[in-house]
């Protein structure tokens, strides 16, 4: 399973970077903003900042809505750098932009999936990554991870190459559930992919073994 971190936040992608687990970076308009980072400029320079950082793919997506619009500003991101994912989203125009991109090679993530249907159109339109949003389904009281099961099983029967990103992670058991079901990548905050590392036996067991060595040692 790969590892996305879902941020904007440069401190944030460098300190998944040097934990050594990271394979990429999703970001969005609202990321962005929420870093106050602004003007078309400005945006496109942090795309490649974050491309320095890190070793994997970084999603950058369009805010045109139409397919000229879309083209235009996907293959403006796709100059920026190799590593560059055109993130777009999920509607009509959306769908045939995914399959422009894929004739051309361009690489694509759609973005705002909540349904097996949009999953469908995006990997039949040659999207390299699929992205449903499981935590925003959970916020409607609408189950997330059966979702990504429900995708899981149409990709397999049919072979569809696309990624399926588990997108709009909460919480460390988001990661671990979308991990049981198969998910090929999660993206999600930082707080999710350390929340991993936590188990309390883990900490006594370390301090009990150092503090042995401590009386053997002293
Ligand atoms: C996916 O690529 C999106 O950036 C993201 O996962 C949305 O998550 P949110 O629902 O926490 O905003």
Known sequence: MKFF??????????EAQQLGVLDGVTTNPSLMAKEGITGKNN????????????????SAEVVATEFNGMVKEGEELADL??????KVP??????????YF??????????LVFSPGQAILAAK???????????????????GLNLISEIRHIY???????????????HTMHVIDCAKIGADVMTGPLSAILGLLKHPLTDIGLEKFLADYKKGNS
């Open 5 to 14: 971190i879902d941020t904007a936040n440069l401190d944030q992608i460098e």
């Open 90 to 99: 999920m509607i009509k125009d959306g769908v045939k932009a995914l399959k």
């Open 156 to 170: 397999d029967n049919y072979g569809f190459e696309t990624e399926i990103l588990a997108a709009s992670i909460r």
């Open 81 to 86: 750098h190799e590593q560059i994912v055109v």
């Open 102 to 111: 894929s004739d051309k090679g361009i690489r694509t993530n759609c973005t």
């Open 125 to 143: 339109a040659g999207a390299n990554y699929v992205s449903p949003f499981i935590g925003r389904l959970d916020d409607v009281s609408t189950d």
């Open 43 to 58: 945006i496109m320079k942090h795309y490649v900042d974050i491309c320095t950082i890190v070793d994997g793919d970084v």
